[in-house]
């Protein structure tokens, strides 16, 4: 072999190891652009997927923030319709109880209601009874004729111009209260009912 096909020869080798050299740095290169790509995407998702974690929490908490303001609105509005009924029904109240305690059959019931409850709680003894002024004396003497049967003994009956409507009952120190100023007097018991039966006009009409 010539010095000119032998050095070729050598030129050859050098070139070919030269272009497998750069094919060797030139896929390393890829492969780690390539893992460059992958990690950049996946660091890509990561973060939109947290930006969408951390927005679908605050929208999450907006909507819950913005639920308890309105249920608290709605506790309030319901206060204040609540209170408003109740104030309307206790300045009607007097008017409509005297009203019932006019008409015969309501006043009947009425007293029967304030009997039963007398007779369920107080001894069946010295009973006073007050009532106002101008309820008819029929009414008075047939319920005390009654209840002087019923209990045997006669209850002292007691006129009162400061009673506008019911009874008020009292024996050994307890009393029945069913007298328009009792009613009214008890805030509690009396204006749940109220309130009950405000609310079921209201729900009516």
Known sequence: MT????????????????????REVLETAQRRAAATIRQAHEEARARMHEAFTEERARTGARIASAQANLQTRRRLDLQQRTAALLAAGWRMLPDALQERWRDPVHRAAWVDGIVAAARASLPHAHWRITHPADWPATERDALAAALTEALGAAPEMIASVALRAGLRVAADGNVVDGTLEGLTADRDETGARLLHHL???AGGS
């Open 199 to 201: 609310e079921q006009g």
């Open 3 to 22: 010095l000119d096909a032998r050095t070729q020869a050598l030129l050859d080798l050098v070139e070919a190891d030269r272009d497998r050299r750069c």
